[in-house]
């Protein structure tokens, strides 16, 4: 594979983001994985089945769940069950996701910020269109 490879300059993209990702997160010991669904909460909740997640993250059912319970265990979310539907497992934040969630957009947006460094508004603007297209072509 040729370092000029779309897929593979992609790929090498996304291992950098979720590295410095981790990598930022590690003072509030959570992982790049998790805040996404910390996000997925603070967008769309305030609480969400498993199912809901897993169908939002696009990974199978047993990550969601080691996700969750990790997030569950360090008092970021709480899980019960659904008193509708018993087979529906809910996950909601808890305050102490809420008090970090300023501290964590802080490092996304800086994070954000620095991919897009040195790029006009106007590439900025190509660049997000780009990619779009590119990901419209994969889906």
């Avoid at 997925?40 to 897993?54: D, F, M, N, S, V």
């Avoid at 909601?92 to 964590?104: C, D, G, M, Q, Y």
Wanted: a neutral charge.
């Amino acid at each position: 594979m040729k370092k000029d490879d779309v897929g593979y300059l992609i790929k090498l993209i996304s291992d950098k983001m979720r590295a410095q990702g981790d990598s930022d997160l590690r003072e509030y010991d959570l992982t790049f994985s998790q805040v996404r669904i910390l996000g997925y909460l603070h967008r769309y909740g305030p609480e969400a089945t498993q199912k809901e997640i897993e169908t939002w993250l696009d990974v199978a059912h047993p990550t969601v769940v080691g996700l969750v319970s990790r997030l569950e265990k360090n008092g970021f979310v709480e899980c019960y069950t659904d008193s509708k539907d018993r087979r529906n497992k809910l996950v909601r934040l808890t305050p102490k996701a809420h008090e970090i969630k300023e501290k964590v957009d802080q490092k996304r947006k800086q994070n954000e910020e620095q991919l897009s460094s040195g790029f006009s508004q106007e590439e900025q603007h190509e660049l997000v269109r780009l990619l779009k297209k590119v990901y419209l072509n994969i889906e």
